[in-house]
């Protein structure tokens, strides 16, 4: 196998692997890595960094545990439903996944400083992973972020930047701010590397399972870096030809901020953003909403939106029943299955995963 590259995926134009560029120089599309001449029959991940720098940067991410959810799957009315704890993660979210990844390519190219702007997870993740790897990192959250989250990212040695105002202008501000300075943005959401992270989700998934692959997979959406991951590793794995079938992957967002939702159905204009207990995927304009939109319809899933409510009963719910505390980002999930499994998109006789996104005391909601 040649280097990796980094690629456009809509004109197709190659670059090489480089930090700085996150977006085509042509069409201003999001990269993404490519490995020329790589072997998938081995069903062994290909990564973007080498494994010393990896090796160098990794706090344990991964590796994350399958259980089984039978009083759930009983009360939905559906054979099999079993959550991956992404929780369990060393910061207490899947985004360890991506950001491991991220900042081990930063190691690899000489990076001493980072910005990232986050609701909160991603930014107790960054400042984390840059702590271990001897980086300064400069988090941007919105100033209505949970204060368990904000407290997570001080405890590592971040700069805060609180920045009021709407989601998009805390990204305008870290954007600026790596600008003015000569930084590297080390974005969650558009970093071709981070996605290189959260692909191992789906490995995780088919070494784990095997004979008993989900048939669904639903997962809360706000920018897409999990199901985009997700996408990309089964794709691997089909290329490869160790699966047939690539698990139908579902979107769930909150009533109050449903951009990928009305983007899916086809609706001109989403509904006005509100405020949500799912900080998590409260954001209002996904930088890559086109690509989600054609993942979800690739996988012949689906989009649904679900009510404040129910997000919280389901919290509630998941921890009274299975003993599983996940923050209201990871409960809105269920309550899209429940209403996907309502509307006859998922059979009672499929398999279903659901992630548990993030560990409930980061956000008590």
Same mark, same amino acid.
């Given at each position: 196998?040649?280097?990796?590259?980094?690629?456009?995926?809509?004109?197709?134009?190659?670059?090489? +692997?480089?930090? &700085?560029?996150?977006?085509?120089?042509?069409?201003? %599309? !999001?990269?993404?890595?490519?490995?020329?001449?790589?072997?998938?029959? *081995?069903? $062994? !991940? !290909?990564?973007?960094?080498?494994?010393?720098?990896?090796? *160098?940067? &990794?706090?344990?991410?991964?590796?994350?545990?399958?259980?089984?959810?039978?009083?759930?799957?009983?009360?939905?009315?559906?054979? *099999?439903?079993?959550?991956?704890?992404?929780?369990?993660?060393?910061?207490?979210?899947?985004?360890?996944?991506?950001?491991?990844?991220?900042?081990?390519?930063?190691?690899?190219?000489?990076?001493?400083?980072?910005?990232?702007?986050?609701?909160?997870?991603?930014?107790?993740?960054? %400042? +984390?992973?840059?702590?271990? @790897?001897?980086?300064?990192?400069?988090?941007?959250?919105?100033?209505?972020?949970?204060?368990?989250?904000? #407290?997570?990212?001080?405890?590592?040695?971040?700069?805060?930047?609180?920045?009021?105002?709407?989601?998009?202008?805390?990204?305008?501000?870290?954007?600026?701010?790596?600008?003015?300075?000569?930084?590297?943005?080390?974005? =969650?959401?558009?970093?071709?590397?981070?996605?290189?992270?959260?692909?191992?989700?789906?490995?995780? $998934?088919? =070494?784990?399972?095997?004979?008993?692959?989900?048939?669904? $997979?639903?997962?809360?959406?706000?920018?897409?870096?999990?199901?985009?991951?997700?996408?990309? /590793?089964?794709?691997?794995?089909?290329?490869?030809?160790?699966?047939?079938?690539?698990?139908?992957?579902?979107?769930?967002?909150?009533?109050?901020?449903?951009?990928?939702?009305?983007?899916?159905?086809?609706?001109?204009? @989403?509904?006005?953003?509100?405020? &949500?207990?799912?900080?998590?995927?409260?954001?209002?304009?996904?930088? #890559?909403?086109?690509? $989600?939109?054609?993942?979800?319809?690739?996988?012949?899933?689906?989009?649904?939106?679900?009510?404040?409510?129910?997000?919280?009963?389901?919290?509630? &719910?998941?921890?009274?029943?299975?003993?599983?505390?996940?923050?209201?980002?990871?409960?809105?999930?269920?309550?899209?299955?429940?209403?996907?499994?309502?509307? /006859?998109?998922?059979?009672?006789?499929? #398999?279903?995963?659901? !992630?548990?996104?993030?560990?409930?005391?980061?956000?008590?909601?």
């Amino acid at each position: 196998m040649t280097e990796p590259t980094l690629r456009c995926a809509e004109c197709t134009i190659s670059l090489c +692997a480089n930090m &700085t560029t996150l977006t085509c120089l042509d069409c201003e %599309s !999001p990269l993404e890595v490519d490995y020329p001449g790589h072997d998938y029959a *081995s069903a $062994i !991940p !290909p990564m973007p960094v080498p494994k010393q720098y990896l090796e *160098s940067a &990794t706090l344990g991410e991964g590796n994350t545990p399958i259980v089984d959810l039978p009083a759930f799957a009983s009360r939905l009315g559906i054979r *099999s439903l079993n959550a991956k704890l992404e929780y369990i993660n060393p910061t207490g979210s899947f985004k360890d996944r991506g950001t491991a990844v991220v900042i081990a390519a930063a190691k690899q190219h000489g990076v001493s400083e980072v910005v990232e702007d986050s609701s909160g997870n991603a930014g107790a993740s960054v %400042s +984390a992973y840059a702590a271990r @790897a001897g980086m300064k990192a400069h988090i941007f959250a919105p100033s209505s972020a949970p204060q368990a989250k904000l #407290r997570q990212i001080v405890a590592y040695g971040a700069q805060v930047h609180s920045i009021p105002g709407p989601r998009e202008a805390t990204t305008a501000a870290a954007v600026a701010y790596a600008t003015e300075h000569s930084l590297v943005y080390a974005s =969650h959401v558009l970093s071709p590397y981070f996605v290189e992270g959260t692909k191992l989700f789906a490995y995780e $998934i088919f =070494h784990q399972s095997r004979d008993s692959m989900p048939k669904h $997979i639903v997962m809360p959406v706000g920018n897409g870096s999990l199901l985009l991951g997700a996408l990309k /590793g089964f794709s691997e794995l089909k290329r490869g030809g160790h699966i047939v079938e690539i698990p139908r992957l579902h979107a769930v967002q909150a009533r109050n901020v449903m951009p990928i939702v009305a983007a899916f159905q086809g609706l001109d204009d @989403a509904p006005p953003v509100e405020t &949500t207990v799912a900080g998590g995927i409260a954001v209002g304009t996904p930088a #890559r909403l086109e690509e $989600i939109v054609s993942a979800i319809k690739t996988t012949k899933g689906s989009a649904t939106a679900v009510d404040e409510e129910k997000i919280m009963a389901w919290c509630d &719910t998941l921890a009274h029943t299975e003993g599983i505390y996940g923050e209201p980002t990871s409960a809105a999930a269920f309550a899209g299955l429940a209403q996907l499994v309502q509307q /006859g998109i998922i059979q009672p006789d499929e #398999r279903v995963l659901v !992630p548990i996104t993030g560990f409930g005391l980061k956000d008590t909601g």
